[in-house]
């Protein structure tokens, strides 16, 4: 079956640190790939998706390409703030079901 | 546009009580939508898929007459907690597909609903 495996955390960083918050799949076929955003209290927010092999996701500064050669797709910022404090979750979609599959999500605390 | 409203945000029951939980897609119709359980600092646990005018589909290990799920409509889902318990108490997130999309694209999440059994 499918399955995503992401640092567990939690994660700590000065602003303006780099962040990089790994993620693993496995998968039959050639799945999409997602990191979702949860903010306290709230439900989750897409981030970024990447829909094929070597494409790259990018949004609010972050990006995580699709690595197919190494199942990965870690996400990345060069200089982080202290809103960007949240939980980050991976996930996938294979596009035999419509069911996301999460990683264990990575809680991200940044300290100014 | 893909807009998820999800209500309540917050309640809190008696034990044996029975709460409904509704999830709305605004501007978009969703054939399929899906319940999740959340626990502290863990991840999303599926519960269920919501099929429009059909039965729901269970995960395993899910009562399926203690959480009821109704879709009735391509825009309203409701998940009820039945006789619900302490051990109930969790945070529930739905999400909803739109109906024209893509399989292997993305769902989009409701505000998600703190239940807290007293």
């Known amino acids: 079956g499918n399955s995503v495996t992401q640092m567990e955390g939690p994660v700590t960083l000065s602003e303006e640190a780099f962040l990089t918050i790994n993620c693993t799949y496995t998968?039959?076929?050639?799945?999409?790939l997602f990191w979702y955003v949860q903010y306290p209290g709230e439900g989750l927010q897409l981030l970024l998706k990447a829909t094929k092999a070597d494409d790259k996701g990018s949004n609010k500064g972050f990006e995580a390409t699709y690595r197919k050669e190494t199942t990965s797709f870690h996400l990345e910022k060069g200089s982080v703030q202290v809103s960007d404090s949240a939980v980050y979750f991976c996930a996938l979609s294979d596009r035999i079901n419509e069911k996301l599959t999460f990683g264990t999500g990575t809680r991200l605390t940044i300290i100014p | 546009g893909a807009v998820v409203s999800q209500h309540p945000s917050r309640v809190i029951c008696k034990s044996g009580t029975s709460v409904k939980i509704e999830c709305r897609s605004l501007?978009?119709?969703?054939?399929?939508m899906f319940w999740y359980r959340q626990f502290p600092k863990k991840s999303l646990m599926l519960m269920a898929t919501s099929n429009e005018g059909s039965k729901a589909t269970y995960e395993q290990g899910v009562e399926k007459d203690k959480f009821l799920i109704n879709h009735a409509s391509l825009t309203l889902s409701t998940l009820t907690v039945t006789s619900a318990h302490p051990e109930d108490s969790s945070f529930y997130i739905c999400?909803?597909?739109?109906?024209?999309?893509?399989?292997?694209?993305?769902?989009?999440f409701g505000q998600g609903t703190r239940l807290t059994v007293v």
């Open positions: 999400s909803a597909r739109d109906r024209g999309q893509t399989l292997g694209t993305e769902a989009f």
């Open positions: 998968a039959t076929g050639y799945p999409s």
């Open positions: 501007d978009f119709q969703a054939t399929t």
